[in-house]
C-alpha cells in the first residue's frame, strides 16, 4: 500500500515521502498514529501542486538572491575611516554590524548573519563574504583608511 508520511518514521521514511508499505502496517499504525495518509489520486495532485508552488518560490527567492549579488557588487568600495596605528592596526574594528549599516545607506538591505566576516582591525581593502541565497554569494570591497588625529 502506498503511504504518504506527514511525519519522519524509523526504517520506513522521512516526511514528506511517498512509501510502499504492508497495508497491515500502513492501516493499524502509520495511518492510526497520524504518521501517514493514504495515497488518493487527490493527494498525489496536492502534494504535486504544493511542490510545483514551492519550487516556484523557491526559483523567486533565488533570483532576487542574484539581483541583490549583483547590486552588492556593482558598489564602489565601503570606505570606513578609523583612527590607526603608524602600523596601520586601528583602534577598535569594523563589525558586521556597520558593513550593514553601511550597506542600508545605499539602499541594500542585509540581515546581520548574512555578512561573513571576522572583526576588520587593520587598515587595507578588505573582501567581506555576504551569504544571500544557498550557493550565491556576493563579495564587496571594504576599505579601512587611516583618519588623521589632529595635533593638539
Known amino acids: 500500500m502506498k503511504v504518504y508520511?506527514?511525519?519522519?518514521?524509523?526504517?520506513?521514511?522521512?516526511?514528506?515521502?511517498?512509501?510502499?508499505?504492508?497495508?497491515?502496517?500502513?492501516?493499524?499504525?502509520l495511518i492510526r498514529n497520524h504518521l501517514a495518509e493514504l495515497l488518493t489520486d487527490s493527494l498525489l495532485r496536492k502534494i504535486q501542486s504544493e511542490k510545483k508552488l514551492l519550487e516556484s518560490k523557491e526559483q523567486s527567492q533565488k533570483s532576487r538572491a542574484e539581483k541583490l549579488k549583483n547590486q552588492i557588487e556593482s558598489l564602489d568600495t565601503i570606505v570606513f575611516e578609523k583612527t590607526?596605528?603608524?602600523?596601520?592596526?586601528?583602534?577598535?574594528?569594523?563589525?558586521?554590524?556597520?558593513?550593514?549599516e553601511e550597506l542600508k545607506k545605499r539602499g541594500i538591505s542585509v540581515e546581520k548573519g548574512m555578512i561573513h566576516m571576522e572583526h576588520i582591525k587593520e587598515t587595507g581593502v578588505h573582501p567581506v563574504k555576504i551569504k544571500l541565497y544557498p550557493g550565491v554569494e556576493a563579495i564587496l570591497k571594504v576599505k579601512i583608511i587611516s583618519k588623521e588625529i589632529g595635533t593638539h
Open 84 to 100: 590607526s596605528s603608524r602600523e596601520g592596526k586601528i583602534f577598535g574594528s569594523v563589525s558586521s554590524i556597520e558593513v550593514m
Open 5 to 29: 508520511l506527514l511525519k519522519d518514521v524509523p526504517k520506513v521514511g522521512k516526511a514528506g515521502e511517498i512509501v510502499d508499505v504492508n497495508d497491515g502496517y500502513a492501516r493499524n499504525f
